[in-house]
């Protein structure tokens, strides 16, 4: 496990890459096997830390031998150069590589951390004279293991810090990521099955950071909850919130969601001021669902079906739920299966509303809700209170429900001395594609003063809460 200083500023350095695991287990003896994996794992760190271990970096032409006095090529960088100007020969290399002229100087970049990709490698050729291979023929049972380690280590640097430095402590994280995955390797052999140790990255409250774990692949959450709450006690974490599940892996900057909804976009908002005003906002992460999305038109009438997507992607996202965000279908026939609606209400175009929004997050999810009534829209700024402590301890997306509209709340800034209040609002009626600047700029995710609802329609929340599980 290793731990990085999580602050917004210097660089992020993340090497990944393969390392074989090759053993072969003559005996059936549990102990002996154990010792047969241990040595493997010692020659591992062995060529870790030998001379033929090769670090490249992700874009760039830079190849560094950090056993080798920190060796670096081209040899312009040297290992008493700044780590955050590998920056400026990543620059440099996709420039060139697209045909233009471009100067090894650069500007420097934002004071935003970012990540720089590294590439785990060996070096395989050797100088001085080859020996000739000798061949020998044994004839013996044995068992023969093959697998990939995945090495996935990040370690976090300062604007001061120099290659050597950042690399001195990249190599102690891969060595220390080693014997972790042993332990896992060791504690989850099953006779002669090895499941792969997985590394994964999670991002603690402040001021913990960026953690490290290995998990062992194909291994359900459900099983490692001990292994959780011992992490827990590790990082004085309370026990009401799942951290360390799978679905709570650090996401990086620079890798794009496969599923291709946009994740946060609040994020890039400057808040609000108010007169001693405070800003209360929904915790983690969550996914844009709005109109048009999925192959699926509901332009005019999926707004709160859209709204519903978004709550279910934020507990799937907090590792709450291992289930994928519902369909219109799903949801509708939901409401079938538990009596709500007749059977002609699947496949149709009939609204829903946050009392529906509560009944399928209870079916499908086990999530409990609260709904709060509003007899007009004037009425919610008053609500101030309420709101803000929803934020502050559930932390979920609001599905707000009125007249024929449905919007998602993802925050208040609150004043309680003067009794201002700005919404956060998520608008599932946008139709465009997945453009963050659009959505931003246009108000599809924006505040919103308390004039945004109409003053004298009804309106009813669901507020749903968070689960206390581990």
């Given at each position: 496990m290793v731990v990085t200083d999580s602050s917004d500023s210097g660089t992020i350095l993340r090497v990944r890459g393969p390392l074989e695991f090759k053993c072969?287990?003559?005996?059936?003896?549990?102990?002996?096997?154990?010792?047969?994996?241990?040595?493997?794992?010692?020659?591992?760190?062995?060529?870790?830390?030998?001379?033929?271990?090769?670090?490249?970096?992700?874009?760039?032409?830079?190849?560094?031998?950090?056993?080798?006095?920190?060796?670096?090529?081209?040899?312009?960088?040297?290992?008493?150069?700044?780590c955050e100007d590998i920056h400026q020969w990543i620059q440099t290399y996709e420039q060139e590589s697209a045909g233009k002229r471009s100067s090894k100087k650069k500007n420097k970049k934002s004071s935003a951390a970012s990540v720089i990709n590294l590439r785990l490698m060996m070096d395989v050729t050797k100088t001085g004279p080859l020996s000739a291979p000798i061949?020998?023929?044994?004839?013996?049972?044995?068992?023969?293991?093959?697998?990939?380690?995945?090495?996935?280590?990040?370690?976090?640097?300062?604007?001061?810090?120099?290659?050597?430095?950042?690399?001195?402590?990249?190599?102690?994280?891969?060595?220390?990521?080693?014997?972790?995955?042993?332990?896992?390797?060791?504690?989850?052999?099953?006779?002669?099955?090895?499941?792969?140790?997985?590394?994964?990255?999670?991002?603690?409250?402040?001021?913990?950071?960026?953690?490290?774990?290995?998990?062992p692949a194909g291994v359900?959450?459900?099983?490692?909850?001990t292994h959780r709450k011992k992490l827990h006690?590790?990082?004085?974490?309370?026990?009401?919130?799942?951290?360390?599940?799978?679905?709570?892996?650090?996401?990086?900057?620079?890798?794009?969601?496969?599923?291709?909804?946009?994740?946060?976009?609040?994020?890039?908002?400057?808040?609000?001021?108010?007169?001693?005003?405070?800003?209360?906002?929904?915790?983690?992460?969550?996914?844009?669902?709005?109109?048009?999305?999925?192959?699926?038109d509901d332009n005019g009438w999926g707004c709160a079906y859209r709204s519903l997507q978004t709550i279910c992607s934020w507990f799937t996202q907090q590792g709450y739920v291992e289930r994928a965000v519902p369909t219109h279908r799903e949801i509708q026939q939901t409401l079938v299966?538990?009596?709500?609606?007749?059977?002609?209400?699947?496949?149709?175009?009939?609204?829903?509303?946050?009392?529906?929004?509560?009944?399928?997050?209870?079916?499908?999810?086990?999530?409990?809700?609260?709904?709060?009534?509003?007899?007009?829209?004037?009425?919610l700024a008053s609500k101030g209170r309420e709101l803000a402590n929803h934020f502050l301890t559930e932390g979920t997306p609001i599905m707000i429900g009125g007249g024929v509209l449905a919007h998602t709340i993802l925050g208040v800034a609150w004043s309680e001395t003067t009794g201002q209040i700005r919404y956060l609002i998520l608008d599932p009626h946008?139709?465009?594609?997945?453009?963050?600047?659009?959505?931003?700029?246009?108000g599809w995710c924006g505040w919103k003063g308390p004039d945004f609802w109409d003053q004298t329609a009804y309106y009813n929340l669901c507020l749903p809460q968070r689960p206390k599980v581990i």
């Open positions: 072969q287990l003559d005996s059936t003896d549990a102990l002996l096997m154990q010792k047969v994996i241990s040595r493997t794992f010692a020659t591992l760190h062995s060529q870790v830390k030998s001379e033929s271990c090769v670090l490249t970096v992700c874009d760039s032409s830079l190849i560094i031998w950090p056993n080798k006095g920190v060796y670096v090529t081209p040899e312009e960088i040297t290992p008493n150069t700044l061949l020998r023929r044994t004839l013996q049972k044995s068992h023969f293991l093959s697998t990939t380690l995945p090495m996935d280590c990040v370690v976090r640097t300062t604007c001061s810090d120099t290659i050597k430095d950042a690399f001195e402590r990249l190599l102690e994280a891969l060595t220390h990521q080693l014997c972790e995955m042993e332990k896992v390797t060791l504690q989850h052999m099953k006779g002669a099955t090895l499941l792969v140790p997985e590394p994964l990255h999670f991002l603690l409250p402040e001021p913990k950071g960026l953690v490290t774990v290995v998990y359900p959450d459900s099983q490692l909850e006690q590790q990082f004085e974490l309370p026990d009401d919130w799942p951290y360390f599940r799978r679905a709570n892996a650090f996401h990086f900057s620079n890798e794009p969601y496969k599923d291709g909804y946009l994740r946060n976009p609040h994020m890039v908002l400057t808040h609000p001021t108010l007169d001693n005003g405070k800003v209360y906002l929904v915790q983690g992460i969550y996914s844009y669902h709005h109109y048009m999305q999925d192959h699926m299966d538990v009596g709500d609606k007749q059977g002609s209400f699947v496949g149709s175009r009939q609204w829903i509303g946050s009392i529906e929004v509560q009944v399928v997050l209870n079916q499908l999810l086990e999530v409990t809700s609260k709904i709060m009534f509003v007899s007009q829209g004037s009425e946008y139709t465009g594609a997945e453009d963050l600047q659009v959505i931003t700029d246009k």
